[in-house]
């Protein structure tokens, strides 16, 4: 599994369930006449600028597992030992973000025992850091169960591309679109009315590879899922060459040019034939025009070229694009050296993919079809050049189960969620997409299919609240619902993080939720044959192994194509049904990666050897009342089986 995973804007502490009704077990309603609470534990939920951070003593063996404590808002919340932080595009340990230092100033902020993220630190960043932090009051202290930090809530800015530097990798955007006629030789550099941004991009996986040191290390893009990419996912890059010469993993040839405006085109297939925006199934969408091909535009100045969706697709000056950034200085003397250190960039761009669910895939040892069609190649999609790929953008669950005597639960004072959102988007929308949950040991299970929508042409979105809908009679759904009885199952909970992948069948498969895969090459990606993924570890390049030759097919300058991975980011807590009554504690016991732990590989766990961090400690409260909680059951607290 990447460390690196990308991170929606959406905030983990952000939440509306971090409210709910009740007491502790063996306690008793507070606000209902006569009725008083027995124990002190309070959710809290907490966004506001880091004023101070600092590590504790690690209350186990092993320093890499230290927790800290933060000021936020005035008020200092424990971070446990074993707290994993998410990033922008990384999940790090509390240790991992004071000891990750590859410059000068980061080196000062370890020496002063500081993370230069706090504004009473001696060396405090040039913009505030934000957490947001989600947790349970515990006899008087906060202790944070979800913690999340940005910068200014990840510092988005938006505008055009007005000029790329291809020897330095800096792009320049501005608020003014640029015309046509300067879409030619880059100039050096960017005028003080532009902002300078540079991918913070230490591998090279999006373009030049940046180590000159003035860029946070913990603040980077995702090497593994594509945080600089498309509106539909399909992954983008910086040119390392300056047009016409041709970057082999970044190739101006996969980027056309209107033949009528002479801008770049922002809508097109990676196709020779062009796309109508039809859903199989669904009625076409009135008044949709065709996605032309790139065949459709100007390609180094000459018509009628392919694109390799093999590639990554180029930006180029006159896009469009949102940028996800923290704001970072070097020795430029244009705006005091002040730049856009950027671990997101979003192009307005749909640049999708040959429709290989209308086709279907040939199989790896055919595939051009031309055994099946003796000799003569057929029409169906070649799973070593015809590859798509795709993203999620947003996930909700519901925690489900609550804390308090049964009583108060079945008087239905209490109200909790199961429910499930996930939206995405995918390169490909005539084919559907499996949704995975990742459990603790980075394990897969399998949730349900999900089908793309029409509007916006690629988007599909998954949502189910299991408990309403199995209320519903029979009278109003017509039968049983499938996507319950077949799919979620028992296995409907909260899981650690999301995993999206491109189904390799049309039709909606039903498979058990505990069937382990069967051993064999390639993880499951894109070859058929492959074994199923359920039960397995999360795919990652090692997997990409072609069966035909037995080597390692290396897709998008090093990404895994197909799929797209990322930590949950946002969670309904148990409610109060009667206003007035306390607040429910956060009932982090029913999150079995908060009770039991992540396998998650970081800089520091790795060098000392470890494969992941235990249980939170202390205890952020919930039903134990700060004690340490036993696993997660149904019958212990009405929690839903992960």
Known sequence: ??????????????????????????????????????????????????????????RGPHVELSGATMTVNGQQIILPDNTVVIMPAAILTVYDIFHIASTDKLASNLANQESGLALHDINPPLAAFEASITGNIVNGQYIAGLVTIFQEIAQAHVGYITNIDYATGDFCVSKNAVPPATLGAPRKGCLASEDRVKLNDPVGRYGKQRTEGDQDPRLVVDDGNPTIKAETGYPMCIPRVAPPAIDPVCPITNRPVDVSTGRPMTRFVMDTVDLAPVVPGAAPLLGATNIPSCRKGLILGVLGRDCDSRQQVPLMPGDFVTITSTLAKDGSPVNGGLYLSAWGVTATAGIYTKPCGIYGINPITDPTGAIAGRGTPNTRCNPLL???????????????????????????????????????????????????????????????????????????????????????????????????????????????????????????????????????????????????????????????????????????????????????????????????????????????????????????????????????????????????????????IACTPR
């Not at 502790?24 to 959710?43: E, K, L």
């Not at 939920?45 to 690690?58: E, M, R, V």
């Not at 929508?453 to 309403?468: A, M, S, T």
């Not at 064999?520 to 894109?526: K, R, S, T």
């Open 386 to 636: 015809d590859i798509s790929y795709m993203e999620w953008e947003v996930g909700i669950f519901g925690t489900k189960g609550t804390a308090g005597p049964p009583a108060i639960l079945e008087a239905g004072l209490v109200e909790t969620s199961d429910r499930l959102r996930v939206v995405g988007m995918t390169t490909d929308p005539t084919r559907q997409i499996e949704i995975y949950a990742v459990d603790t040991n980075n394990n897969l299970r399998w949730i349900t299919n999900a089908t793309p929508l029409r509007v916006p042409y690629g988007r599909f979105d998954l949502f189910v609240q299991k408990d309403v809908i199995a209320r519903l009679p029979i009278a109003t759904t017509g039968g049983p619902i499938p996507i319950v009885d077949n799919h979620l199952g028992i296995d409907f909970g909260a899981p650690r993080q999301l995993y999206v992948h491109q189904a390799k069948a049309e039709t909606v498969s039903v498979r058990a939720h505990t069937v382990k895969p069967v051993p064999g090459v390639c993880g499951g990606l894109i070859f058929p044959g492959c074994p199923p993924l359920n039960g397995a570890p999360v795919p990652t390049t090692a997997d990409l192994i072609n069966p035909a030759t037995g080597k390692v097919f290396v897709i998008a300058n090093g990404l895994v194509p197909s799929q797209y991975e990322a930590p949950s980011v946002e969670y309904i807590f148990p409610e109060t049904v009667q206003i007035g009554d306390p607040l429910t504690p956060n009932n982090f016991e029913c999150l079995d990666f908060v009770v039991k732990g992540w396998q998650v590989s970081t800089p520091a766990l790795t060098a000392a050897g470890l494969t992941g961090v235990g249980q939170l400690n202390p205890w952020p409260g919930g039903e134990t009342g700060g004690a340490i909680p036993p696993p997660a059951t149904d019958a212990g």
């Open 1 to 58: 599994m990447s460390v690196k995973l990308a991170a929606a804007i959406v905030l983990a502490g952000t939440l509306s369930g971090a409210q709910g009704a009740f007491a502790q077990a063996g306690g008793t309603i507070v606000g209902t006449p006569g009725v008083v609470s027995t124990t002190p534990v309070s959710p809290f939920a907490i966004i506001g600028y880091i004023q101070d951070f600092k590590l504790t003593p690690p």
